[in-house]
């Protein structure tokens, strides 16, 4: 049994397996409709997230299999005081699968020690947010062809961005990947990821403080939230949350061929007007999450091999 | 001059830093284990001024000594058996610390859940570098 705390948990050629996997559900999704019949994926949100627990769900929906879970600590036995560790040990005999998102970091490995049922870390504080990794590297080798050769811009958030944390980490493995990391002072990416990912690993990365000054340089723009929850105070959350917006003006110096990614939701860092440019892909990443997520579920389920 | 007799079987931790000796005694459990321990403190000492030195008399096998290369690696352990020194150890880095320091990023599921061993990994050897093995967290109270 195996479980998905993070995206180096699987080889880059076991990620190459899982999103031809994923193709196929996309290009051929009648073959896979009652594939996880009879299978429950229970979805633990101890904090409330729409996109990703609905990425689920309609994953699971999409192998006709059955969910059930909860979306917010207060309406689970958290509330009561419950651990990490009991909740699994109960939830691992209601369900088959479990994808579980928590704000302390490190809770879905907690469950994962406890657990009979394989666990998927949907997001652990500021920590991993797995499959939302698997979602950018599939949609960055639908869009693109393949990963690699590619200088990558991650803008916003860089310091409490779990997404951003997770795609660097996976994206290091792959040939020839270049970062560009745009954001203020305050947010950079944390030191760990500096010293023991991009430093040990060579990759080369420049920090800046200007999107405009990033912009023509880039193959791919991952603009992330600046998030209220991840602050301490109200205070620096207002003051940083306008510092980078993407308009149709800074648009127009990046490349042709450019990708905007964002793991969604937009608060105002990408201007409306923006969407309707080509190279707006996040809302197609969305949808490729799904396909990403059934491979994913198929995979850890075994399915395929019963 | 202050003397304390021989242990016919145990081991001897000399070399530590002068005051040290009392986190050494609780950080290898020794106040729950079952065996008689010397603790000798402020020991003049060439090399390092003053030292503490701790005479343990159980079997190291009963021992996990490797915490004592995370707390200081220039630690001596010499073996001791009928009132020999049998073997002298060498420390090395632990790859895992269970229970000894403590994750203090608030974020952490080791700050809410209940009765979670803490457990830090060796993740760079060479800057002696330890992560929570939850949260990743550096641990840099060292």
Known sequence: ?306 | MLNISGIQEGFVLDHIKAGMSMKIFHDLHLDEADCTVAMIMNVKSNKMGRKDILKVECSIDEMDLDILGYIDHNITVNVIQGNKIVEKRALKLPREIHNVIKCKNPRCITSIEQELEQVFVLTDEENEVYRCKYCEEKYSGK
Not at chain 1, 111 to 137: C, M, W
Not at chain 1, 153 to 171: E, M, P, Q, Y
Request: aromatic fraction near 8%.
């Open chain 1, 1 to 306: 049994m195996r479980h998905l705390m993070s995206p180096l948990d699987f080889s880059t050629e076991e990620l190459e397996t899982l999103m031809d996997l994923a193709d196929d559900m996309k290009d051929h999704p009648e073959k896979y409709s009652e594939s996880c019949h009879g299978k429950k994926l229970a979805t633990c949100f101890y904090e409330p997230s729409t996109r990703t627990r609905l990425s689920f769900e309609a994953a699971m929906m999409n192998l006709g299999g059955n969910v059930l879970g909860f979306s917010s600590a207060d309406s689970s036995s958290a509330a009561k005081g419950e651990s990490v560790s009991d909740t699994i040990r109960v939830i691992s005999s209601y369900a088959d699968i479990c994808a579980m998102r928590h704000p302390k970091e490190g809770a879905p490995l907690v469950a994962s020690t406890h657990s009979t049922i394989p666990v998927i870390n949907a997001g652990d504080g500021g920590h991993q947010h797995p499959t939302q990794t698997l979602t950018d590297l599939y949609t960055i080798r639908s869009l693109q062809g393949s990963i690699g050769n590619l200088t990558i811009g991650l803008c916003g958030d860089l310091k409490f961005g779990r997404t951003v944390h997770s795609l660097i980490n996976a994206l290091v493995r792959y040939e020839n990947i270049k970062f560009v990391l745009i954001s203020p002072e305050e947010l950079r990416v944390p030191e760990y990821i500096r010293e023991d990912v991009l430093d040990k690993n060579n990759i080369p990365y420049v920090e800046v403080e200007r999107l405009e000054e990033a912009m023509p340089k880039l193959d791919i723009l991952y603009m992330t939230r600046v998030q209220r929850e991840r602050f301490f105070n109200e205070e620096d959350y207002l003051r940083m949350k306008d510092f980078y917006i993407l308009n149709s003006e800074k648009m127009e110096l990046a490349k042709e061929n450019m990708m905007v990614l964002h793991p969604l939701p937009r608060v105002n860092e990408i201007s409306v007007e923006v969407d309707n440019d080509p190279r707006a892909a996040y809302f197609k990443q969305a949808q490729y999450g799904v396909y990403i997520r059934m491979a994913l579920i198929y995979t850890l389920l075994e399915v395929g091999t019963c």
